[in-house]
């Protein structure tokens, strides 16, 4: 079964407005967990990760959440962008193993 | 910045031929990948590769698949029959370290099996 998922598909955002990207995952072993930008015809572009001995992480413009207790991650986008407009993914690695697992993905659309 | 390079981007086959996806991970890179993502769908874990041999595979990649690292640069993935659901986007991925740290996809391989 599918470990990893997102609330909604597609986001369209206000250029300028905070991104909210939620993923909800199923496997309390999960210990590491990544955010991945994904632009049309490229591979996954790596935007920031997070282990699960902490909470809140933020790199530039963007924060991660992580909620153990109801199994939740997201990604924030502060003031959004143009060039931020792509798919979202959330994977998760459950820590005795070498493979990522993908949740399905949110395209975000930025609206000039 | 180091890229991995995948060649070709976009791989037109017969159904039932064979096919070679090539991959040229970054140089000081220790652990391969390859993972897949059909049309429209979420991105899936094949295999992966360490030490010349395979650390782990999913139930994707039955005897139909193999993986290779035929020198000390390119990590191939061959698929020995295609099939019409084999058409996907095909990504290698290189990491320094094991468990995911530091993860470099590359651009990918479109596969179209016709």
């Known amino acids: 079964g599918e470990s990893v998922g997102l609330h909604l598909p597609t986001l369209s955002v206000q250029e300028g407005d905070n991104s909210i990207i939620n993923c909800a995952y199923s496997?309390?072993?999960?210990?590491?967990f990544i955010w991945y930008k994904q632009e049309s015809g490229k591979g996954p572009q790596f935007i920031i990760d997070?282990?699960?001995?902490?909470d809140k992480r933020q790199g530039q413009r963007v924060t991660v959440l992580l909620n153990k207790t109801v199994k939740h991650l997201s990604l924030q986008i502060a003031a959004t962008q143009p060039g931020d407009s792509a798919v979202y993914f959330c994977?998760?690695?459950?820590?005795?193993?070498?493979?990522?697992?993908f949740g399905a993905g949110t395209t975000v659309t930025v609206r000039a | 910045e180091p890229e991995v390079t995948q060649t070709p981007s976009h791989q037109v086959t017969q159904m039932g031929q064979e096919v070679i996806l090539r991959c040229v991970p970054i140089s000081n890179h220790l652990y391969f990948y390859w993972y897949r993502q059909i049309l429209g769908q979420k991105v899936e874990f094949l295999v992966s590769?360490?030490?010349?041999?395979?650390?782990?595979k999913s139930e994707i990649f039955d005897d139909q698949f193999s993986v290779e690292r035929p020198d000390g640069s390119n990590f191939t993935l061959k698929i020995r029959s295609t099939k019409l659901e084999d058409s996907a986007m095909y990504f290698c991925?290189?990491?320094?370290?094991?468990?995911?740290?530091?993860?470099?996809f590359g651009s990918g391989t479109r596969l179209t099996v016709v």
């Open positions: 991925a290189s990491s320094e370290v094991g468990r995911n740290y530091g993860y470099t």
């Open positions: 994977a998760e690695n459950k820590g005795d193993d070498y493979k990522l697992s």
């Open positions: 590769f360490y030490n010349n041999e395979i650390s782990e």
């Open positions: 496997n309390s072993a999960s210990d590491y």
């Open positions: 997070i282990r699960s001995n902490m």
